[in-house]
């Protein structure tokens, strides 16, 4: 058995998010195969246990958005990412309950309180979450796909701040807005003005070699707090990191140039000797239910979504 297949059959070892992400991205199955996985996401592991959790009124935490991890937003997001089926029983069931049940009452500015949960709030990394999660349920978010075309600054970008005098542009919120664009295109979507924006926002990224200011110096901290950006994290909730957005130009079907290969040998070094890559940080909150994965231990989700920019930056580049 060589490196890489020990690896892999690390990984196939893990929930069935992971496995049916592996499966139709380094396994080399047939599509039913893939499916098959894919279909345990709403039934077993951490998918199940998250669709458990969703309360009568439609909502997990009780609420559209809170500052921990375990509301219906946050929930959704992480859904997204386990690839929970949209088609599926439990997603429609799930999402059905949401747009019948939640508003943002009690959630964000009261201006919002009547809004629907597809209908989003104020905030655009906010609402790029919600319009990520919308687009890939099924939901029509053509509404706040058009308020975050209206939000782009100068540079590119976006920024949760723009509406207190912020010019200058976020990754935390424009990573958030780009995923949202993307999925809404990739789901039916089909506006020249939304993949202008998207492409737009993807160069203020690439612009700055995924993690370097305008001038050039790396910029070391998030200053809101956050994990340096070169330090990986799962999930990621509204935090960027480098191989977020990575993984954001790969789902894009961008072709590697040099201003990536900084990032892209950033991951690459950090493998450990078995072929694996560790958690290195995760954020403070309540997590809806614990992914069994612990920081400075290797970890599943971060080699899975290590190998496949590698393999991306390989294939394309």
Avoid at 159 to 176: D, K, L, V, Y
Wanted: hydrophobic share 40%; charged share 30%; proline share 3%.
């Amino acid at each position: 058995m060589t490196g890489e297949d020990a690896v892999v059959g690390w990984l196939l070892e893990g929930d069935p998010a992971v496995r049916w992400q592996v499966l139709r991205e380094l396994g080399g199955v047939g599509e039913e195969e893939v499916a098959a996985e894919r279909a345990r996401v709403g039934v077993e592991g951490v998918g199940a246990r998250l669709l458990a959790l969703q309360g009568d009124d439609g909502a997990w935490g009780g609420v559209a958005w809170n500052r921990g991890w375990d509301s219906t937003m946050h929930v959704l997001m992480l859904l997204r990412e386990l690839g929970l089926d949209p088609a599926g029983e439990p997603a429609r069931t799930a999402v059905g309950l949401v747009r019948e049940k939640v508003t943002w009452r009690g959630s964000r500015p009261e201006e919002s309180d009547a809004n629907g949960f597809f209908e989003g709030e104020v905030e655009p990394c906010i609402n790029g979450q919600v319009a990520a999660v919308g687009a890939y349920f099924g939901e029509d978010v053509r509404g706040l796909v058009d308020r975050l075309l209206g939000e782009q600054l100068g540079d590119g970008g976006w920024n949760c701040e723009a509406e207190i005098g912020a010019t200058r542009s976020s990754f935390n919120t424009t990573i958030c807005v780009l995923e949202a664009l993307l999925e809404w295109e990739n789901h039916g979507g089909a506006a020249p003005e939304v993949t202008e924006a998207r492409l737009r926002g993807q160069e203020y990224l690439l612009a700055r070699r995924l993690f370097r200011r305008s001038t050039g110096e790396v910029i070391e901290r998030d200053r809101k707090g956050g994990s340096d950006w070169t330090r990986f994290a799962f999930p990621t909730w509204w935090h960027y990191d480098v191989l977020r957005g990575l993984e954001y130009l790969r789902s894009a079907d961008v072709t590697p140039d040099e201003r990536v290969a900084e990032a892209i040998d950033l991951v690459a070094s950090k493998r450990d000797d078995d072929g694996r890559w560790a958690l290195e940080t995760s954020y403070p909150g309540t997590m809806p239910v614990e992914l069994g994965e612990t920081v400075g231990q290797p970890s599943r989700w971060i080699t899975l979504r290590a190998l496949r920019v590698l393999d991306w930056c390989a294939q394309r580049g």
